[in-house]
């Protein structure tokens, strides 16, 4: 046991060495970081709740991508239908469905075929399951379509990865620095971004559907009337963002919508001096805008941002330039964010914030400060014990145990890992159990000497039965840590991380490096008598 | 240099004999901890309960906590905790969870805000809504079953299913006493919690194990000694290394409580109370004498040992 062939040794140390050295990359310089070699390029990061900054977890919520899918549904089976020159009456959702009654009874079989066409397979045609999305059933002269649970999950998830997309544009809008964007399970975005003290804008620039669309204002009723019987078919009322809020009458179908946008700019009104906000359409928007325009001069149009009408302009001659502004009483800020938000584009569904820490810089640097002293203290107690109780096999153990926390270290630099105060707490515990191989080590060792054994025999026999109980019993909290990996998030893992990451080290130092030094040791002073 | 030496060679303490007392005193503190959960309930933080927690501080002694109460009961938010933390005018304020699903809890942190104004520093702000709390409130239930239950496996197929048994036992009791700990304390019982728990069973059984570790080789060497005596030898002959690292596990616990700030404070006292004071404990006095009740003999391992392994024995062959 205590033998060492000359390249186990070097091994061994080169290993250790070049572990702790991995650490360098993260002390340095951010310029002189960027001038490593690529693959040396890896570092600590430290957790939100040591550099301070905001962690905030979206939700796509199912029922609201039932809402999307089911309204996509009614638009479409109306453009069917007339397409088709199919008579019907009372198309709209009805609880998870959409439902609509064909006039002519001889037409419905016809209809039918016509709206099984809406049904499309799951996970698009290329990924041909044989599933369709949607259940289309005729009872009657009654047609129903209604999503199936599978094909809400598979749009579910399709959302999340398309609004992931729409929330890295926005939030790369905001000009901080190194935000992180991650899905977190089916349904959740999680979005770290370091630095930021406040939310709030964040919160509210996510917080926004931001579906634009331009939209023909109905004069042929009054708002107060249409309120109290019911809005004429093809129409819905709105209302304005003002206090109180007006009611419009405007038709559902849209002249143009925020899709067919190609940049939005915040600026301000030439003549009002007041915010605004200034965009272009693409051509085809263009040209959809500019034929809408001729035909009604003279009627109002309503811009509608999330089901709230921003505001009612009166056509007053054909726009066919390809741009145009919106006013709405904005301040600077508000004219900012929703240039922001008309750029980056519209989320496919609302996204809810469920869950939200944030941690401000003061309190950041203070718990940077506390883990550190915790470190030092802890580690210089421990090394202060273990050279009393053990004299020179105490140093051996502290010079492990030493390399053992480099080694942590460089291994989670090298991982690239996030480094918590939990984290911080994983690796003073470490030192805590290292120092416990190297415990059972030198009791074995003791025991074996006090059996009668001669010195080296003590050391060699200590070693062989003492590093199968290490094993054995670093085994089973390396589960523990495995567990709390799987299961925490955020900080918890941080801590998981660190601690699982120092049992594998601390194994390790145990079976080579304490072994090894040892060995150098015994070979060097030839002892007669167990020093410990 | 004369080394310290804690525990004197060659101890003869008859811990068997002892679990006439630490039995009883144990199923004692069990039931009492399992009222204090019944009784008082846990200190659930807003992870596993919902709601807004904000840390915030008065610059220059500005802090007048009778106001800061008197704004924020003007929001009418329900149930809110105002409590003055240190002398540097930080207050920590909870808030419980709001009725009115998740944009609920989010308008509480903008309330708040424009009730306490720009003068303070925000130090921390959370908010946990009623989803997110319930799955991590079943993930951390889940994760101790989990682990409990695959440190199981692994015990049972490294040694016998009575040392399976024995340490789950033992381990048991280690977590129902920490729970009773933090209930009778009322400590904050939020996700950081639920890793001292893990960190708790993994520690102990970390100890448990190197005794057992021990009494497995002797049931191998000593074929005709007495079980109890055999486990007291056992225990003894591994006393001096349970103490030494006891104390240091003690000494880097003990710098965390003291120096690691508040964010982990409640994960360094139930630390301190399980691995310190309740985790050697169990190895010692509970885990090793159960093996008694669960009928280990020598004829255990001989039995498992059987035919096979000739060669581990040669190797553990006794010294003398």
């Known amino acids: 046991m205590l033998y060492f062939s000359k390249w186990k040794a070097l091994a061994t140390v080169v290993f250790s060495a070049v572990m702790c050295l991995m650490i360098v990359p993260s002390l340095l310089s951010p310029a002189a970081y960027d001038s490593l070699p690529s693959f040396l390029q890896r570092k600590i990061v430290l957790g939100l709740d040591l550099q301070g900054g905001s962690y905030i977890v979206l939700q796509v919520e199912q029922s609201e991508v039932r809402k999307a899918r089911l309204e996509m549904l009614r638009d479409d089976a109306r453009r069917v239908l007339r397409d088709a020159r199919v008579g019907y009456s009372g198309l709209n959702i009805q609880g998870d469905s959409v439902q609509v009654r064909i006039r002519e009874g001889q037409d419905a079989e016809a209809a039918l075929t016509q709206l099984r066409t809406l049904a499309q ?77 406040d939310p709030s804008r964040l919160k509210a620039l996510l917080g926004q559907t931001a579906k634009l669309s331009f939209r023909l204002v109905d004069m042929s009723v009054n708002p107060q009337q249409a309120l109290q019987t019911r809005p004429p078919a093809g129409t819905e009322i709105l209302y304005s963002q003002d ?119 003061g309190l950041g640097a203070d718990s940077i400060r506390s883990g550190v002293m915790a470190s030092i203290v802890g580690a210089l107690a421990v090394a202060a014990f273990m050279i009393a109780t053990y004299g020179l096999f105490g140093v051996v153990a502290v010079l492990a145990v030493a390399v053992n926390v480099g080694m942590i270290f460089g291994a989670l630099a090298m991982l690239g890992a996030t480094l918590t105060l939990p984290g911080i707490a994983g690796v003073v515990l470490t030192v805590g159990i290292a120092v416990d191989s190297n415990v059972l080590i030198y009791e074995r060792i003791r025991e074996e000497a006090r059996a009668g054994r001669s010195a080296i025999s003590a050391i060699d026999a200590g070693f062989t039965r003492a590093l199968a109980t290490i094993l054995d019993s670093n085994i089973t909290t390396f589960i523990a840590a495995a567990v709390l990996f799987y299961i925490g998030s955020g900080p918890v893992r941080g801590f998981a991380i660190t601690f699982g990451i120092g049992i594998i080290t601390t194994v390790f130092t145990a079976f080579t490096l304490t072994r090894l030094m040892v060995s150098l040791w015994v070979r060097w002073k030839r002892p007669q008598r167990v020093p410990i | 240099m004369r080394l310290l030496r804690i525990v004197p060679d ?176 009322q400590i904050d019982f939020d996700l950081t919690s639920v890793a001292a728990l893990l960190t708790i069973l993994g520690y102990s059984l970390n100890d448990t194990i190197v005794i057992y570790d021990r009494i497995r080789e002797m049931l191998r060497r000593y074929k005709k000694m007495p079980t109890d005596e055999l486990l007291n030898q056992s ?84 010294a003398r």
Request: hydrophobic share 45%; with cysteine.
């Open chain 1, 243 to 361: 206090q109180p809020p007006v009611p419009y009458v405007v038709e559902q179908r849209a002249l143009v919508q925020g899709e067919d946008l190609t940049d939005a700019q915040p600026s301000f009104d030439p003549n009002t001096r007041e915010p605004v906000v200034t965009f272009r359409f693409n051509s085809n928007g263009a040209r959809r805008f500019a034929e809408a325009t001729q035909q009604n001069v003279g009627r109002p149009f309503a811009i509608v941002l999330d089901n709230q009408v921003i505001s009612a302009p009166v056509i007053r001659e054909p726009i066919t330039g390809g741009s145009g502004q919106i006013s709405g009483n904005f301040t600077v800020q508000q004219a900012n964010d929703l240039a922001i938000l008309l750029r980056a584009g519209a989320l496919p569904v609302p996204l809810q914030v469920v869950e939200e820490r944030t941690v401000g810089p």
């Open chain 1, 121 to 197: 397979p799951i996970g698009g045609a290329l990924a041909s399951s044989g599933q369709l999305d949607t259940d289309v059933t005729r009872d009657g002269d009654v047609i129903s379509l209604t999503p199936t649970s599978t094909g809400i999950q598979a749009r579910t998830i399709q959302a999340v990865s398309q609004s992931i997309e729409i929330v890295r544009k926005r939030i790369d809008q905001l000009g901080t620095t190194e935000p992180s964007i991650q899905r977190q399970g089916s349904d959740r975005i999680q979005v770290q971004v370091p630095g930021l003290q």
């Open chain 2, 10 to 185: 060659d101890t003869k303490f008859d811990f068997i004999r002892f679990r006439r007392i630490s039995f009883p005193i144990s199923a004692l503190l069990s039931i009492v901890a399992l009222v204090a959960f019944f009784t008082l309930g846990l200190n659930f933080g807003i992870d596993f309960k919902g709601g807004t927690l904000l840390e915030v501080r008065y610059p220059n002694q500005t802090l007048n906590i009778g106001d800061v109460r008197s704004k924020l009961e003007a929001l009418e938010l329900g149930e809110v905790q105002i409590q003055e933390i240190g002398s540097d005018g930080e207050v920590l304020i909870r808030v419980a969870q709001q009725p009115g699903g998740e944009s609920a809890q989010q308008a509480v942190v903008g309330k708040v805000r424009a009730a306490l104004g720009d003068q303070v520093e925000y130090r921390r702000v959370e908010v946990v809504g009623p989803r997110v709390s319930q799955e991590l409130l079943s993930y951390g239930i889940v994760g101790l079953m989990l682990a409990v239950f695959c440190i199981l496996i692994y015990l049972w197929f490294r040694f016998e299913w009575q040392f399976a048994l024995g340490a789950s036992i033992a381990n048991f009791h280690d977590i129902v006493l920490t729970i009773g700990f933090m209930a009778i304390f």
């Open chain 2, 235 to 318: 225990i003894n002959s591994t006393l001096s290394r349970s103490v030494i690292t006891h104390v240091t596990v003690t000494l880097a616990l003990l710098a965390l409580v003291l120096f690691g700030g508040r964010a982990i404070h409640s994960f360094s006292i139930t630390m301190m109370f399980g691995v310190v004071l309740v985790g050697t404990y169990t190895s010692i006095f509970i885990a090793s004498p159960l093996l008694i009740y669960l009928g280990v003999t020598t004829r255990t391992m001989a039995e498992k040992d059987g035919a096979e392994d000739k060669r581990e024995q040669r190797a553990e062959r006794p």
